[in-house]
C-alpha cells in the first residue's frame, strides 16, 4: 500500500471517525429529545440542509457549465450534513446552540441514507456527459458511512453516558482535536491537490462562494419566514452554510477514489471559514 493509499483508505477516514467520536462525547439523549421541542425549527433547518441545499448545488452546476468532475464534486459536499465546527461557530455567533447540536446530530444520522442517493443521481447525471464512468454501490456505500459517522457518534454518546465525568473532562481536548484533524485533513487535501488549486479556483471557486452564501441567506430568511426568533434564525443559517468538509473529502477520495472531485470541498472551506469568521467577529459583538 502507496502513501496515496495510506491517506485516502486510511488517515481520512480513520480521522473523520474521531473528530464524530468527540462529537458524539459532547452529546446526550436530551439533544435527540428536543425535536418535539423544537419541531418547526428542525423541520426547517432539515429542508435546508436536504433539499435547498443539494437543489441550489444542482443549479449552479449546471448554470456555471461545471465540468462533470467539478459538478459531482460540488454535489458530494451538498449531500454531506453540517460539520461539528457549526456548533462552535454558533456559540460564538450567539445562537441557539441547543438547536444547532441538534440539527447536526439529526442531519448526520439521515445523511447516511440520503448521501448515497443524491451521488448516485449526480454521477448518473453528470457522469453521463463524461468519456468515463462511475457506479456508486449504494449498500456498500451506506455501510461505509454509518462506520465513519454514526458509529462513532454513538460509541461518543455511550462513554458520554457511562462515563460522565471523563467525557466532561475530555470535552475541549477532543473539540481543540477534532479542530486540528480537520486543519491536518483540509491541509492534506490541498496539499495534494497543489497543482490544480489556481484552476479550481477558477473553475468553481465563484460558484462555491455563492454556494455558501446562498445556503446561510437562505436558511436565515426560511426561519424569519416562518417567525423563528433570531437566535434559531442564526442557529439555521449556520447549520445550512457550514458543510462537514472533512466527509466531503472522505467520500471523494476513500469510497470514489477521485482526488479532483474533492476539490469543490477545498474551494467551498475557504470561503465558508472566511465567511464564517465575518460572521463571528460582527455577531460576537453584538447584544440581541
Do not use: H
Amino acid at each position: 500500500m502507496n502513501y496515496a493509499n495510506i491517506l485516502f483508505e486510511v488517515f481520512f477516514p480513520v480521522a473523520l471517525a474521531v473528530i464524530m467520536l468527540g462529537m458524539g462525547m459532547n452529546l446526550v439523549p436530551n439533544d435527540f429529545i428536543r425535536i418535539v421541542k423544537y419541531p418547526k425549527a428542525i423541520l426547517i433547518g432539515l429542508t435546508n440542509q436536504f433539499v435547498f441545499l443539494p437543489c441550489i448545488s444542482f443549479f449552479l452546476a449546471i448554470a456555471c457549465n461545471l465540468s462533470p468532475l467539478m459538478a459531482i464534486g460540488l454535489m458530494i459536499l451538498a449531500s454531506c450534513p453540517g460539520g461539528p465546527t457549526s456548533n462552535l461557530i454558533t456559540q460564538i455567533c450567539k445562537g441557539n446552540v441547543a438547536l444547532s447540536v441538534t440539527l447536526t446530530s439529526v442531519a448526520s444520522v439521515i445523511s447516511v441514507l440520503t448521501i448515497p442517493y443524491v451521488l448516485s443521481f449526480s454521477l448518473e447525471y453528470f457522469g453521463s456527459k463524461s468519456d468515463s464512468t462511475i457506479k456508486l454501490p449504494i449498500l456498500d456505500t451506506i455501510i461505509q458511512i454509518f462506520g465513519i459517522t454514526v458509529l462513532p457518534i454513538s460509541i461518543g454518546m455511550v462513554v458520554r453516558r457511562f462515563k460522565t465525568k471523563f467525557a466532561i473532562k475530555m470535552e475541549k481536548t477532543m473539540r481543540l482535536a477534532s479542530t486540528l484533524i480537520f486543519i491536518a485533513v483540509f491541509m492534506t487535501a490541498v496539499a495534494v491537490n497543489f497543482n490544480l488549486i489556481g484552476q479550481a479556483m477558477r473553475e468553481v471557486g465563484l460558484v462555491t462562494l455563492l454556494l455558501n452564501i446562498l445556503t446561510l441567506g437562505l436558511g436565515f430568511l426560511t426561519a424569519k419566514l416562518f417567525k423563528l426568533n433570531f437566535k434559531m434564525a442564526i442557529s439555521i443559517s449556520i447549520e445550512s452554510g457550514i458543510q462537514n468538509g472533512t466527509l466531503a473529502f472522505v467520500i471523494a477520495t476513500t469510497i470514489l477514489r477521485n482526488t479532483e472531485m474533492s476539490i469543490p470541498t477545498v474551494a467551498y472551506v475557504i470561503w465558508m471559514y472566511i465567511i464564517s469568521g465575518i460572521l463571528m467577529w460582527k455577531l460576537s459583538k453584538s447584544s440581541y
